[in-house]
């Protein structure tokens, strides 16, 4: 079945850092490809998406590439704030029927000042 | 309608309790789905439902938990004689009635169940 493997967190970093945070999936076909965001005692918000093979998401200075030939989608951001910190979750939409994300296991991320 | 509104936000209940957990879609939104998250873990997929039908229930565990979705009013998640592995955050989520590829879910800011 599909499924998406995150890297384990937490990932502690110093603000002004650079940001990547792994993603890589198994799924047949061509997937939609999710990144969410959930801040302290929130709910889930989408950061960005990408369709297909190649497309970049991007969004807040966030970015993730749609890499078909590794299967990956990783998050990157070139310089975080501490306002980043929250829990990011790689996530997948199967091209078949149906609008059901399959989610990775999140990664927490902390950003000291 | 500013978007897919839960709850309660946080609900106690003691061991053989009933629990439900309201969540009421977007404006024009259809299609509903439920997920649980429990501590220090991703979000796994219960059930998805459309009005006064349940589409793919395929997470849902066999025994006390059931989701409806009614003409009217909100979809409700109801799990009868709680237990303490129940206690996790259950997010709600809609999208519209249309698939596409397109379409992203959007998410309700989640109902806390602690059981004691």
């Known amino acids: 079945g599909d499924s998406v493997t995150q890297m384990e967190g937490p990932v502690t970093l110093s603000e002004e850092a650079f940001l990547t945070i792994n993603c890589t999936y198994t799924?047949?076909?061509?997937?939609?490809l999710f990144w969410y965001v959930q801040y302290p005692g929130e709910g889930l918000q989408l950061l960005l998406k990408?369709?297909?093979?190649?497309d970049k998401g991007s969004n807040k200075g966030f970015e993730a590439t749609y890499r078909k030939e590794t299967t990956s989608f990783h998050l990157e951001k070139g310089s975080v704030q501490v306002s980043d910190s929250a829990v990011y979750f790689c996530a997948l939409l199967p091209n078949n029927a149906g609008n059901m994300l399959t989610f990775g296991g999140g990664t927490r991320l902390m950003v000291k000042p | 309608n500013a978007g897919v509104m839960q709850n309660p936000r946080h609900l106690v209940r003691r061991r053989g309790q009933e629990a439900r957990l309201r969540c009421s879609p977007m404006?024009?939104?259809?299609?509903v789905y439920w997920y649980r998250q429990l501590p220090e873990e991703g979000l796994k997929f219960m059930v998805y439902?459309?009005?006064?039908?349940?589409?793919?229930e395929s997470g849902m565990p066999k025994e006390r938990f059931s989701a409806e979705f009614p003409k009217e009013g909100p979809s409700i998640l109801r799990i009868q004689q709680v237990v303490r592995g129940d206690s996790a955050a259950y997010f709600c989520?809609?999208?519209?009635?249309?698939?596409?590829?397109?379409?992203?879910?959007?998410f309700g800011a989640g109902s806390r169940l602690t059981v004691l």
């Open positions: 439902l459309q009005k006064e039908n349940i589409i793919d």
């Open positions: 799924a047949t076909g061509y997937p939609s």
């Open positions: 989520a809609s999208s519209p009635p249309h698939l596409s590829r397109a379409n992203v879910l959007t």
């Open positions: 404006k024009g939104h259809s299609h």
């Open positions: 990408a369709t297909k093979a190649d």
